[in-house]
């Protein structure tokens, strides 16, 4: 089945040892994004890429970095993880259907820093 | 800027019972409605949605309906399983974007 798929599941860090999370995609879109999710708080965007097209938060702390090799594969970069970072990591793509974006997540990475 | 506001959880129910889980929202334009439900250990999963007012969203039993006048679209099943244990967000879009807006969740518990 054509899906998103984010390795790994579970990761734990160190305080302020860069991490890189991986999210890949076999559905060809062309829109991938990358939310943290806080313990009971709502999904935050944090940045995405239209094509190659990069797109930052406002908000986004300058710790956090992206890359996008090609259409499949996106990766997040914590350079220096805080406690604060600790969260889970959805990656989702997007096409448009019936004129309105169409989201497909993956299962996330719970990141754990220590 | 935009807004989605959900009651607060976890709203615990028997099976069978009837379910509702308030939401409202603050945006400018006419955005389109989800709700997406989020099972222990998974991704989100689109349950349904709505792209303008009055439609009616339904899947697996669950419906809402997009209601412009009070900026609500609040989620119901007329009869809950356990299975349907779960967080639920409720999001909207505003047009020509492509960033979804979330509440925080509204975490539902089934029991027997």
């Known amino acids: 089945d054509a899906m998103v798929i984010q390795n790994p599941r579970y990761q734990v860090t160190q305080f302020g040892k860069p991490v890189t999370l991986s999210c890949s995609q076999t559905l060809n879109h062309n829109v991938m994004y990358w939310y943290q999710q806080k313990s009971s708080q709502a999904p935050k965007l944090l940045f995405h890429?239209?094509?190659?097209?990069?797109?930052n938060e406002a908000d986004t702390p300058d710790n956090f970095q992206s890359r996008r090799p090609n259409t499949s594969f996106c990766f997040l970069d914590i350079r220096s993880p805080g406690l604060g970072d600790t969260a889970m990591y959805l990656c989702?793509?997007?096409?448009?259907?019936?004129?309105?974006?169409?989201?497909?997540f993956g299962s996330g990475t719970r990141l754990t820093v220590v | 800027g935009n807004s989605v506001t959900q009651m607060e959880g976890p709203v615990t129910l028997s099976e069978e019972a009837f379910l509702t889980i308030n939401c409202t929202y603050t945006?400018?334009?006419?955005?389109?409605l989800f709700w997406y439900v989020q099972y222990p250990g998974e991704g989100l999963q689109l349950l349904l949605k709505?792209?303008?007012?009055?439609d009616k969203g339904s899947n697996k039993g669950f419906e809402a309906t997009y209601r412009k006048e009070t900026t609500s679209f609040h989620l119901e099943k007329g009869s809950v399983q356990v299975s349907d244990s779960a967080v639920y967000f409720c999001a909207l879009l505003t047009g020509g974007g492509n960033k979804l807006t979330f509440g925080t969740g509204t975490q539902l518990k089934v029991e027997l």
């Open positions: 989702a793509t997007s096409r448009s259907f019936e004129g309105v974006p169409r989201y497909t």
């Open positions: 709505a792209t303008k007012a009055d």
């Open positions: 945006a400018t334009g006419y955005p389109s």
């Open positions: 890429y239209y094509d190659k097209d990069f797109n």
